[in-house]
């Protein structure tokens, strides 16, 4: 089979590759629970990214389908935090993105948690916003739907939230068409999930000029039988946010002392792998959320 064919054919997974994708998500909850019953008590990241490690092993996966990532504080704000060994002191919230492997079938999750037990009001705002981003990208999916669609869409939910935090300031609309909600969320919604975490067929267009779809790793219209995430996220990041703010043309949609009291939130992101079907779709994590 061609390349390219072969790409095509792995977006459409059979019963069986969604059992072990199932499967994958099963241990990884499992893994992620046992991450979140340490951390009252842990004193560095390594803790929690040990914790999650050793349970997925001892439940029968012994591979990642990526390298985890496990971040606390401000360093919930990097999108691809490979460090995992900071210490926990004096930070608000963890963003673990971890999924195991499981007879070459992946899992790909992510909670955002609060150290403490209890999510601080900035954390809880970022975090609410998020839910509902996500909670509406469900909403949408079905066999056919646009993913530019659904991605914008969240786009606008998290505009509207923001709004309403004060973070961002003038009209919904002039925000959403100059793109503002990018520095704040600058990836796109998800990807397909099987024998790869990125899996194949995704037709990406890493050459759009359009900011709020240049990084989408799915493009068109979704398939019954496809597996993919869905991870929608507001990150606090200075590298993304701040030459925003020094734009005279886009500054103005921020106020920056209302943004002053959110970067400890770090970043928020939650990430759960779902299967399309001709009506709607199947939620296959199960993980907690808050």
Request: charged share 25%.
């Amino acid at each position: 089979m061609q390349g390219g064919q072969g790409r095509e054919c792995r977006v459409v997974k059979d019963a069986y590759e969604v059992a072990l994708i199932r499967k994958a998500n099963q241990i990884s909850t499992i893994a992620h629970i046992e991450a979140q019953k340490v951390a009252p008590h842990a004193t560095n990241e390594e803790q929690l990214y040990g914790a999650y490690i050793g349970a997925c092993i001892s439940h029968g996966a012994h591979e990642q389908a990526y390298h985890s990532i496990c971040a606390s504080g401000t360093s919930c704000s990097t999108l691809h935090y490979v460090r995992n060994d900071k210490p926990l002191q004096g930070r608000l919230n963890v963003l673990m993105d971890a999924g195991a492997e499981y007879d070459c079938y992946c899992a790909d999750i992510t909670r955002t948690f609060p150290l403490s037990g209890e999510f601080t009001k900035e954390s809880h705002v970022i975090y609410d916003i998020v839910k509902e981003m996500q909670d509406v990208g469900f909403s949408m999916l079905k066999e056919g739907v646009l993913w530019e669609d659904v991605h914008a869409e969240t786009h606008r939910v998290a505009i509207k939230g923001l709004l309403k935090a004060g973070i961002l300031v003038g009209d919904a609309q002039e925000i959403f068409d100059k793109r503002v909600s990018v520095a704040f969320y600058p990836h796109g919604l998800g990807h397909y999930l099987g024998m790869d975490t990125h899996d194949t067929g995704g037709h990406a267009n890493y050459e759009d000029k359009d900011t709020m779809f240049r990084y989408l790793r799915v493009r068109g219209r979704l398939p019954a039988g496809a597996v993919i995430t869905v991870e929608p996220g507001i990150y606090m990041n200075r590298f993304f946010i701040e030459p925003m703010l020094e734009d005279k043309e886009l500054g103005k949609f921020v106020n920056k002392e209302v943004l002053e009291q959110y970067w400890e939130v770090g970043g928020v992101r939650i990430e759960d792998d779902v299967l399309i079907t001709e009506n709607g779709y199947e939620n296959l994590t199960d993980t907690p959320k808050l």
